[in-house]
T-cell receptor, first 115, second 111 residues
Framework: EPEVTQTPSHQVTQMGQEVILRCVPISNHLYFYWYRQILGQKVEFLVSFYNNEISEKSEIFDDQFSVERPDGSNFTLKIRSTKLEDSAMYFC?????????????FGEGSRLTVL | DAKTTQPTSMDCAEGRAANLPCNHSTISGNEYVYWYRQIHSQGPQYIIHGLKNNETNEMASLIITEDRKSSTLILPHATLRDTAVYYCIVRVPRNTDKLIFGTGTRLQVFP
């Protein structure tokens, strides 16, 4: 069964450092997403991406965050200058038909720890 | 998007049906009901969605009341692997990409 894969599974970084989280969405999907979940809290939407541009973003997704689809298979989330409060599990998701179905396929997540 | 209310936790014996309720009394006519679950700290997993008719797939059944103010997710024969947090989400598909996750119901399936 096709799946969304994310790397790394866990990254530890120092405050102020740049981090790139990588995702390989399901191959025929056209809509891509990042969500995050701070330990013990709710899953929160960060951003959606379609046709090589951001289609929607939350207030969490400020200037320190960026997303990119550098090639035909990868989808990345960059955090420019990490803060302690960026420590969370980051989930990538993809969808074949986007908002019209609401059926998203999530990866296993990348745990980011900022020290 | 309409607000949903779910019980914080529920138990179910293995092999029995798990019935997870969700209240969405302020749901509007074009809002769909979605169910996702999250096993431990894994990524959320889509289960099912519907507008007003009952729906069934290989994972579960979704029963939506006639007034659409509440719904029930039914796992017909719960297994230990169904232990997870179950989220009921309502949204209008064309309005937004995002899914708004609440705190969900923690379902514990016991042997």
């Amino acid at each position: 069964e096709p799946e969304v894969t994310q790397t790394p599974s866990h990254q530890v970084t120092q405050m102020g450092q740049e981090v790139i989280l990588r995702c390989v969405p399901i191959s025929n999907h056209l809509y891509f997403y990042w969500y995050r979940q701070i330990l013990g809290q709710k899953v929160e939407f960060l951003v959606s991406f379609y046709n090589n541009e951001i289609s929607e973003k939350s207030e969490i997704f400020d200037d320190q965050f960026s997303v990119e689809r550098p090639d035909g298979s990868n989808f990345t989330l960059k955090i420019r200058s990490t803060k302690l409060e960026d420590s969370a599990m980051y989930f990538c998701a993809s969808s074949e038909r986007g908002r019209w179905t609401g059926e998203l396929f999530f990866g296993e997540g990348s745990r980011l720890t900022v020290l | 998007d309409a607000k949903t209310t779910q019980p914080t936790s529920m138990d179910c014996a293995e092999g029995r049906a798990a019935n997870l309720p969700c209240n969405h009394s302020t749901i509007s006519g074009n809002e769909y009901v979605y169910w996702y679950r999250q096993i431990h700290s894994q990524g959320p997993q889509y289960i099912i969605h519907g507008l007003k008719n009952n729906e069934t797939n290989e994972m579960a059944s979704l029963i939506i009341t006639e007034d659409r103010k509440s719904s029930t997710l039914i796992l017909p024969h719960a297994t230990l692997r169904d232990t997870a947090v179950y989220y009921c989400i309502v949204r209008v598909p064309r309005n937004t990409d995002k899914l708004i996750f609440g705190t969900g119901t923690r379902l514990q399936v016991f042997p």
